[in-house]
């Protein structure tokens, strides 16, 4: 005679094993790791610049370059429709070769970006991926032609005197 559990009826649990058990373990495992991971990654930038020490070398400006962004920041809305914000702009460059034969870019301002042209040297002072300064040496700094042009439209203080 044969009863319910013997043949796995509707409402019990014995007899069925959906997956092995050394398969949820393996999937909780590769799940935790990937977290782990992740954390690692965002937390990463962070604990380096936090434990990086401020390095001061002389170097030359290589190369600048800006490059278009969009930020797009999307909210909850009601129903179908999604709010959001969307940013748009410029981000400037400088690619920098050290003394030591590195080479580093680093994110600039727009103001430092127009104020220098490649060739430059100077003194840097960064810390990680974190320009502190730039501090170009004066003799022999080059300066960018386009400016150097309009030199003629401006009056100085002294000639209006």
Do not use: C
């Not at 796995?8 to 949820?24: C, F, K």
């Not at 937390?43 to 020490?53: E, G, R, T």
């Not at 727009?110 to 004066?138: H, N, P, Q, R």
Request: charged share 20%.
């Amino acid at each position: 005679m044969t009863t319910f559990t013997q043949i796995g009826a509707v409402g019990t649990t014995d007899n069925l094993e959906v997956a092995p058990h050394w398969l949820g373990v393996l999937i909780l495992t590769v799940f935790a790791v990937v977290v782990i991971a992740i954390f690692i990654f965002m937390a990463k930038d962070f604990i380096m610049q936090v434990l990086s020490k401020r390095i001061t070398t002389t170097a030359t400006l290589a190369s600048k370059f800006q490059e278009e962004y969009v930020n797009k920041r999307m909210y909850a809305g009601t129903g179908a429709i999604q709010e959001g914000l969307a940013e748009k702009g410029i981000a400037y460059y400088f690619t920098m070769n050290l003394d030591t034969g590195k080479i580093v870019t680093f994110p600039v301002s727009k103001d430092m970006y127009d104020v220098y042209a490649e060739g430059t040297k100077g003194i840097l002072t960064y810390k990680y991926k974190t320009l502190m300064s730039f501090e170009a040496e004066t003799e022999g700094t080059k300066v960018r032609k386009d400016i150097s042009d309009l030199e003629g439209y401006f009056v100085s203080m002294q000639d209006k005197l």
